[in-house]
């Protein structure tokens, strides 16, 4: 039984920092591409970035270009988004993500999803 477990959503004032983690179980952690795609109220989920098996290659939105980063820990089945100078417009709910594909942004190559955390920016 695959699940994936986000963690680390809250309440954080614009400017500030948050990390989501994401824990993954029930499949070989190390075979699949990973991402984190958002949704805001009233508006269609977006990809934020996408990281490969290994780690090796990263993909971002443009929105989060500079700001955000992607890692994983494949010691711990766990991948992460860093969030720096968070902005009013990142709030949303925030989803982890797995595909067979090794780096991708659309969010139909993901068959994978977690129950998504919560990020929301005070101005």
């Known amino acids: 039984q695959v699940q994936l477990v986000e963690s680390g959503g809250g309440l954080v004032q614009a400017g500030g920092s948050l990390r989501l983690s994401c824990a993954t179980s029930?499949?070989?952690?190390?075979?699949?591409?990973m991402g984190w795609f958002r949704q805001a109220p009233g508006k269609e989920r977006e990809f934020v970035a996408a990281?490969?098996?290994?780690?090796?290659?990263?993909q971002y939105a443009d929105s989060v270009k500079g700001r955000f980063t992607i890692s994983r820990d494949n010691t711990k089945n766990t991948l992460y988004l860093q969030m720096n100078s968070l902005r009013p417009d990142d709030t949303a709910v925030y989803y982890c993500?797995?595909?067979?594909?090794?780096?991708?942004?659309?969010?139909?190559?993901?068959?994978?999803w977690g129950q998504g955390t919560q990020v929301t920016v005070s101005s």
């Open positions: 993500a797995q595909s067979l594909y090794p780096l991708t942004e659309k969010s139909k190559q993901y068959d994978y």
């Open positions: 029930g499949r070989t952690f190390t075979s699949y591409g």
């Open positions: 990281i490969s098996p290994i780690g090796s290659m990263t």
